[in-house]
């Protein structure tokens, strides 16, 4: 057993303190946030993350988890802290750490015995440097190592993540710290790379970089599908069988959104700027992205004609299925930009709807996806929910004034939901929208 501090219960931090404690740790996370504070004391999560509410409640109830507002109560007997704090983007695009800076400031004002700090936080190249000259500036002479551990969770399934990783990541000018970190995630049984200290934060950056050029790539291989008559969905499941390419995050669509690749993109390109560099790929990904959300709306409003006083229907608002994250999710941008065209927008999130509902105040949310349906113009696809898979659409075709359907995740085939009488248009998908009629010509 351990003794581990984890500050900061956002999506990182909640579920970092949660996995560790359920591997035999004594975890104390922090947070100033009382209120979510008191939440998580009642074992409550305050995110939705399968998984997650069972293992936090199992493992307040057998003491290894605790939450508390205070520093001092925190790091008291803390041999690791993990800091898990936001960092969002800033005006100019960089990486705010004020939370990180300000967590580095605590620790040092009650730290009094050794402590090695892992920034957990996605922050730019050399903040490690930061927090370690913060801590230095008020402990005096009290031995403490900085070591970078980014994560690597992914928003619903973020406790399989945690503990069936790819791989750990750890930085470190200091050897002995990075591999007693190491040892906490010994049980995890997986490979560790150890770098140093900055490398380990690139790691993270140019991870999901990558990832994020993947999407936009494939986003801009289905416009010239559509251009040219393919379908990309086959383009890309041909693509996924090369090994060398594989068939992850090659999914046409609205594109990419989430707490994570869009400030991650943004902010890597700054850094890249700052230090004179010319990030003109990165630079694309951006674009594609916003171009990806421009091209749904334009669909519909080629689909409908003039937008005003028209009801959209619209499935699925968090930026991706199993979490209700709402930062940077497409139905955002689409919805908001529907509204600006004059439409009058209905919707339906499985789990998202009540964070929703404080970014898009003039949204109607609905119980059901059928109610979404009623007397809707057209129907929008922008989260793939598993439910959404198993829609009856001859009952939707009946409650909808106009029987349109525009598929952000092409989840649908073309010519099925075409034949249940709907005009049908995904992403990528053809050079034009599937009609009943064509469906009818189509072997069956």
């Known amino acids: 057993m351990r003794n581990i501090c984890v500050i900061g219960t956002g999506y990182v931090g909640l579920?970092?303190?949660v996995c560790f404690a359920d591997l035999g740790n004594r975890v104390v996370c922090v947070d100033i946030d009382s209120q979510k504070v008191e939440t998580l004391i009642a074992g409550k999560s305050t995110i939705y993350e399968p998984g997650l509410e069972e293992?936090?409640?199992?493992?307040?109830?057998?003491?290894?988890?605790s939450f508390t507002t205070s520093y001092a109560v925190g790091l008291e007997e803390a041999e690791f802290a993990f800091i898990t704090v936001d960092t969002p983007m800033g005006p100019d695009g960089s990486a705010d750490l004020r939370s990180v800076e300000a967590a580095a400031h605590s620790i040092g004002e009650v730290l009094s015995h050794p402590l090695i700090i892992v920034d957990k936080s996605t922050v730019p190249v050399g903040t490690g440097d930061v927090v370690s000259q913060i801590v230095s500036s008020h402990v005096g002479d009290t031995p403490f190592s900085i070591v970078s551990n980014p994560e690597f969770l992914r928003e619903g399934s973020a406790v399989s993540d945690f503990f069936n990783p790819d791989r750990i990541v750890l930085g470190s000018t200091d050897r002995e710290a990075a591999e007693r970190v190491a040892e906490l995630h010994a049980p995890l049984n997986t490979k560790v790379i150890i770098t140093d200290l900055r490398t380990a934060e690139m790691i993270k950056y140019a991870s999901n970089a990558f990832l994020a050029t993947r999407i936009s790539f494939i986003n801009e291989i289905a416009q010239i599908c559509e251009r040219l008559g393919a379908d990309v969905k086959e383009v890309a499941r041909g693509m996924g069988a090369d090994k060398r390419i594989g068939p992850h995050f090659l999914e046409a669509g609205v594109g990419y959104g989430g707490s994570c690749f869009p400030k991650d993109v943004l902010a890597l390109f700054h850094m890249a700027a700052s230090a004179g560099c010319h990030p003109q790929l990165l630079q694309a990904v951006m674009d594609i992205n916003r171009d990806a959300r421009r091209a749904f709306v334009e669909k519909v409003h080629t689909l409908l004609g003039d937008l005003h006083d028209k009801i959209i229907g619209v499935l699925g608002l968090s930026f991706k299925p199993n979490t209700d994250d709402m930062r940077e999710a497409p139905s955002v941008e689409v919805i908001t930009a529907?509204?600006?065209l004059g439409a009058n927008i209905k919707a339906y999130d499985p789990v998202a709807m009540?964070?929703?509902s404080d970014l898009l105040p003039w949204v109607t949310f609905c119980a059901t996806p059928y109610d979404v349906a009623k007397e809707a113009d057209a129907l929008l696809i922008i989260t793939e929910w598993?439910?959404?898979?198993?829609?009856?659409?001859?009952?939707l075709r009946q409650f909808m004034r106009q029987p349109v359907v525009v598929d952000g995740r092409n989840i649908y085939d073309p010519q099925e939901i075409a034949a249940c009488g709907f005009t049908y248009w995904g992403v990528g998908r053809g050079t034009a929208p599937a009609t009943y009629s064509e469906a009818k010509q189509e072997p069956r």
């Open 15 to 17: 579920v970092t303190g």
């Open 386 to 395: 598993n439910e959404f898979k198993q829609l009856n659409w001859e009952k």
């Open 338 to 340: 529907l509204k600006s």
């Open 354 to 356: 009540d964070r929703a």
């Open 55 to 65: 293992l936090l409640v199992r493992n307040v109830h057998s003491g290894r988890l």
